[in-house]
């Protein structure tokens, strides 16, 4: 890390410098020019920089590659590293694959070659366990795997959840060995991808608040809209700022900001359904993260706690974001989980400043 921030800051070199390049700005839409640095095989600065190598773009252009977030490699029908050669050149550099297929003809045999073949690959290759092998109880198939069977892969760094659960009826009838494999991922950290056609009602939310946290198969706009307004209904975001110089640019959070810039405090923040509120002032920080955690307690004690998925986001300071993790886990009586508490991005941050700090709430069996 030393390295990267030097290369950054211009104090040595850079590994390579793209030259003459015109990049897109996905958060402004904008199509800029610059050179850009990598170091250590990240981007470390947009600007004037040296590098070890330096390739001279003519003007061409720099975007951002795309993530297959859902795909099954054997339906190629080629081996991944020609499926690799395929993609890479269209834009394509991650993908999310499950080898549902290949493990209901070879059983763990097929999950292992999916891990050694697309080892090392120009394309990254991450892979979600599958979860219903064989497809339906009265397929004939080559495996059958059971949650004994998966639960050694989720130590793997590249396996990153369970795949497509696709036995809703299973879910929904609570059928042990189903939920024995989501529990289990769960306990690990990892995610569970939905597979749910025509799925809706108390039905859905019973197959969500198994941890089911996507769906990929909605046969009708209306049903997709359900699924989403799922979401929007129990969702809370609590949180204060470092400063309010960013708040009042920031349209309605602006409005909340401008009667506290006058006495110079800073305000809680809480936003709900799309609407932003006011939940508290003060100037202490201190007493204001105390506050925010005061209005999440509130609203988590009057709705059932035990329903909810709490995750904090933190924006410059990741030490106090840590700690008050430790905080939320204390005073909500929740335990987080490592992988949904985030620092806080930049376009949120263009509203709150670099020095916001909180927790976001939604309800387990309405999180798609």
Known sequence: MNDRIDSALGYQKADIVLRNAKYVNVFTNELLDGDIAIKDGYFVGIGDYE???????????????????????????VSPYEFAKAVIPHGTTAVVADPHEIANVIGTDGIDYMLQSTSGLPLDVFIMLPSCVPATPDEENGANLTHHELVPYLREDRVLGLGEVMNAPGVINKDFELLEKITSTLAYGKKIDGHAPGVIGKNLNAYITAGVTSDHECTTLDEALEKINKVIDSARIFFTVGSLDYLQMGGRIGKVAAAASKIDVKPVIIMKDGDIGLGGIGRNRNKLKKKVLAAANKYLSENNKEDFVVSVGYGYDASEGVSFMDDVEEVLGVKLQSSTNVAIGIITGTHTGPHAIGLGVVKKYETV
């Open 51 to 77: 590098g070890i190598c330096e390739i001279d773009l003519k003007g061409k252009t720099v975007i951002p590659s795309f993530i297959d977030s859902h795909i099954h490699l054997e339906s190629s029908i």
